[in-house]
């Protein structure tokens, strides 16, 4: 392996990092802001209602999404595989 490979090898395993972990991270902060608000606006400091929300939403993104992650999971994994053996 030369070094073109190990950069594009890495570089595409970041990128399968940020695509699977980027939409449930993105929601649950959105989620954290709108609670943070409500909350301010409410004067309600419950802990748990922000976190429960969030785990909701992740949960969802999961079902939701979760055989779309599995599948570019596995086209990195098989990649990297190929890769291994045509070595």
Do not use: C, N
Not at 40 to 67: D, N, P, R, W, Y
């Amino acid at each position: 392996m030369d070094t073109d490979q190990i950069t594009t090898v890495l570089r595409e395993g970041v990128w399968v990092a940020i695509k699977l972990g980027g939409p449930m991270l993105i929601l649950s902060m959105a989620v954290g802001v709108l609670i943070a608000i409500f909350q301010a606006v409410t004067q309600i400091h419950e802990q748990t209602l922000s976190f429960i929300l969030k785990m909701i939403v992740v949960i969802l993104v999961l079902l939701i999404g979760g055989g779309w992650m599995m599948e570019t999971l596995l086209d990195y994994a098989r990649g990297l595989f190929d890769l291994m053996a045509m070595r």
